[in-house]
């Protein structure tokens, strides 16, 4: 079997992320702690505490064996020339570049959603089952997935054909339109989701809860936060975990509150995870996190653009005919190790941002207890891992550990109020 080495690369890439894969999160099952951190005495209890350990352990577990699978399975269809096969079936209907291509995308899509679907189901009907997360009937796991696959084929096909299209047509500048294009795309899908998307999935309606209301009301007001409504969203329908997030901009921005989130806390409690949410916005986090999406997105269709009918790239695939559409699903297996220096630099940037955050929620709310509270509330009802391995934190934290967190924010003056 002719080797070259752009098929060297990609092997090494892919093995490479495995085994890093499984070191690291090895790493992190086996620097779990016996005994519970002095902090969340009165939270956790003993069994409690276990509970969490053998969640994170038994996840992880599943996850491993997950890409023990996928990973051969991967490996296997570069080798036996899986993808030249799908690129036959594709041009054997005989339509243009661009339909040919959606096409030779969308089977390879339809097909890596199919493998992951015994998996998905695996993680929600019985692990998440067994820790008491699973709230999902077998109708909303199914009707999920048809809808994503509708979202996906709708706007990746929109995407992807005018991406084809660029390159088909501008020449040395397509890199350049293409850039210009997904930016404005990912805009636009900012002020879309929210109203159209989101729904798609959950009820939201108005907050109920007119003391807890009030109260985000009253903050909002004293920050100058313009905010067009406070809503909670019906999460309860498929997991009993937490959480909170804001849509929109401007004076468009409105507050999502899990309805799992508003019965397990207090207002305070509540007021606090909003301010936090908050302080990414007044410390211009949202604006930076943008900029950043921007500028690597760039980055990725310069590189792009040096790829295009690569003969070489295509022979790695054992490929019979060079494509646009090819080499940009090809060049994918390259980029992923860029990807992943920028992404551990984007983590060690979010982590920073976080404490941040945290800060800018405890000077302007002035109660670091209720937002200690708080951040201990969530990780006890999510059964979140307290001691992670440090290399884990590096690679794949967008948060800092909660009781590093919990420790900077014992650290602040402020008082309580």
Not at 123 to 132: C, D, L, P
Not at 161 to 173: D, E, M, Q, Y
Not at 272 to 281: P, S, V
Request: aromatic content about 14%; overall charge positive.
């Amino acid at each position: 079997m002719e080797m070259n080495i752009y098929l060297v690369i990609i092997l090494f890439v892919i093995v490479g992320h495995y085994l890093l894969y499984v070191v690291v999160e090895t790493l992190n099952v086996r620097h779990t702690q016996n005994d519970l951190p002095e902090e969340y005495e009165g939270y956790y209890d003993a069994e409690q505490y276990r509970k969490a350990q053998n969640y994170l352990k038994e996840d992880t577990r599943f996850e491993i064996i997950t890409n023990t699978i996928t990973t051969p399975i991967t490996v296997a269809f570069i080798l036996i020339s899986g993808f030249n096969l799908v690129d036959q079936i594709a041009r054997s209907f005989q339509f243009g570049p661009i339909f040919t291509g959606l096409i030779f995308a969308g089977i390879l899509m339809l097909a890596s959603q199919i493998i992951s679907i015994p998996f998905s189901a695996y993680n929600t009907f019985v692990i998440e089952e067994k820790y008491g997360f699973n709230r999902t009937t077998v109708r909303t796991f199914f009707l999920d997935i048809l809808k994503s696959w509708l979202l996906a084929a709708i706007m990746g096909a929109t995407v992807f054909s005018t991406v084809l299209w660029f390159f088909g047509k501008a020449g040395s500048w397509a890199w350049v339109y293409c850039w210009l294009m997904v930016v404005l795309f990912q805009i636009v899908l900012t002020f879309f989701a929210p109203v159209v998307i989101l729904p798609l999935f959950n009820k939201l309606y108005p907050l109920e809860d007119a003391k807890l209301k009030t109260a985000i009301e009253n903050y909002a007001r004293s920050q100058d936060f313009k905010i067009k409504g406070v809503l909670e969203m019906d999460a309860s329908k498929r997991s009993t975990k937490s959480n909170a997030l804001f849509t929109g901009f401007g004076k468009f921005r409105r507050i999502v509150l899990f309805d799992t989130l508003v019965k397990k806390h207090t207002v305070d409690e509540l007021v606090c995870i909003l301010a936090h949410e908050m302080g990414h916005y007044k410390k211009k986090h949202i604006f930076k996190s943008m900029l950043k999406s921007i500028m690597t997105t760039g980055l990725m269709f310069l590189l792009v653009s040096f790829f295009i009918n690569n003969k070489g790239l295509f022979s790695a695939f054992r490929m019979q005919n060079t494509s646009t559409y090819a080499s940009l699903i090809f060049f994918a297996f390259l980029y992923a190790p860029i990807n992943m220096v920028i992404s551990i630099f984007g983590k060690m940037l979010s982590r920073r941002n976080e404490y941040e955050a945290d800060a800018y929620a405890v000077a302007t709310y002035g109660k670091p207890e209720s937002m200690i509270s708080a951040l201990k509330r969530l990780t006890v009802d999510n059964l979140s891992n307290l001691t992670p391995h440090p290399l884990k934190v590096f690679l794949s934290y967008a948060h800092p550990p909660v009781l590093e967190r919990i420790r900077a924010i014992r650290g602040m003056s402020q008082p309580e109020q």
